[in-house]
C-alpha cells in the first residue's frame, strides 16, 4: 500500500504540458474504509462523479481545444485516484497534439482503468455551458435554529422514531477537511430515505459535526452512510455529496441502496 504523504497533495509540483499517465496516482479504497466496518460486499453501489473544467490539448494543426469532462469511478472499483494527481495528468495533454476528443477519450479511459483498477465512464463535451444548475431535491435543514458546540462527527445526534415516511433532506452547510493538506471541503449534503422519520434537528447537528474532521469527500459520504444505517435503520438509503471545486475539479460521491446514480447537474455553489 502506498502511504498518503507520498501524494503530490501539499507539496510544490511542477505543471508538465506534456502527456504523461504516471502522473496519476492511486489510493486503494480499502485502508479508508476499514474504520468505518466496510468490507465486500459493500452494503450500497454508487459511483464518485469528478467533473473537469480545464481540459485543452491541440488539434493536429496546433489549434487549442476545450472540453468539460464528467468521469464515473465506481464505487466497487479498488482505487480512486487522488485529486491533485488527476489535475496534473489531465493539465499534461496541453501541449500534446491529438485528433478527436473521442481520441482523447479513449486515452483518459484506459489509463483511469489502470489507476482505478476498474473501468471508469468518461464523457468529454464541447459544449461548455452543458450542466444545468440547480439546488439538490428535498427540503432544506437549514434554517433550523439549533446551538452547536461539536465539531467532529457525532453520530449519537442521529435518530428516528414514529410513522415510516419518504423523505429528500438536504443541508449546504457541510464542511471538512483534506486529511493531508487540512484545507477546508465545502459540500451539499442530500440525504435521501424510506423509514422511520429521522429527527431533523440531530441531521442536522450531525452534519455540522463534520466542520473539523479530516477525510476525503468519499470517506465522509460513506461515513455517512454507516452511521444514518445503524442509527436510524432506515429501509432504503441515498447519501449524495455534492463538492465546491478545487483546481478546477469537482467530486461528487453518490452512494445508494436502492436507486442509481443521477445525471451530473451542479449546485449553485459549483
Request: glycine residues 8%.
Amino acid at each position: 500500500m502506498v502511504s498518503l504523504d507520498q501524494t503530490p497533495l501539499g507539496k510544490s509540483t511542477a505543471y508538465p504540458d506534456r502527456y504523461d499517465p504516471s502522473l496519476l496516482f492511486s489510493i486503494e479504497r480499502g485502508p479508508q474504509r476499514m474504520p468505518l466496518g466496510l468490507t465486500a460486499p459493500l452494503p450500497f453501489s454508487g459511483v464518485d462523479i469528478w467533473t473537469a473544467y480545464e481540459i485543452t490539448w491541440l488539434d493536429e494543426r496546433g489549434k487549442p481545444q476545450l472540453a468539460i469532462g464528467e468521469f464515473r469511478v465506481p464505487a466497487d472499483s479498488p482505487a480512486t485516484v487522488e485529486s491533485k494527481s488527476f489535475k496534473l495528468y489531465l493539465g499534461s495533454f496541453m501541449q500534446e497534439r491529438i485528433g478527436t476528443d473521442t481520441a482523447l477519450g479513449r486515452i483518459i479511459t484506459a489509463d483511469l482503468l489502470r489507476a482505478c483498477g476498474a473501468h471508469v465512464e468518461v464523457r468529454l463535451t464541447r459544449e461548455l455551458g452543458r450542466l444545468a444548475i440547480a439546488e439538490l431535491p428535498g427540503q432544506s435543514l437549514d434554517e433550523m435554529d439549533l446551538a452547536i458546540d461539536h465539531y467532529e462527527p457525532q453520530p449519537d445526534a442521529l435518530a428516528a422514531d414514529g410513522e415510516t415516511v419518504e423523505e429528500s433532506l438536504r443541508s449546504s452547510l457541510f464542511k471538512s477537511n483534506c486529511p493531508v493538506t487540512g484545507q477546508p471541503d465545502f459540500g451539499d449534503i442530500l440525504v435521501r430515505y424510506r423509514g422511520r422519520r429521522i429527527d431533523h434537528r440531530g441531521l442536522l447537528t450531525y452534519l455540522v459535526s463534520f466542520r473539523k474532521h479530516r477525510a476525503f469527500h468519499e470517506t465522509c459520504v460513506e461515513r455517512i452512510f454507516m452511521d444514518i444505517t445503524h442509527r436510524c435503520r432506515p429501509e432504503a438509503l441515498t447519501i449524495y455529496g455534492r463538492f465546491t471545486r478545487r483546481g478546477g475539479i469537482d467530486i461528487n460521491p453518490f452512494r445508494s441502496n436502492f436507486e442509481s446514480p443521477p445525471e451530473d447537474v451542479r449546485t449553485p455553489r459549483q
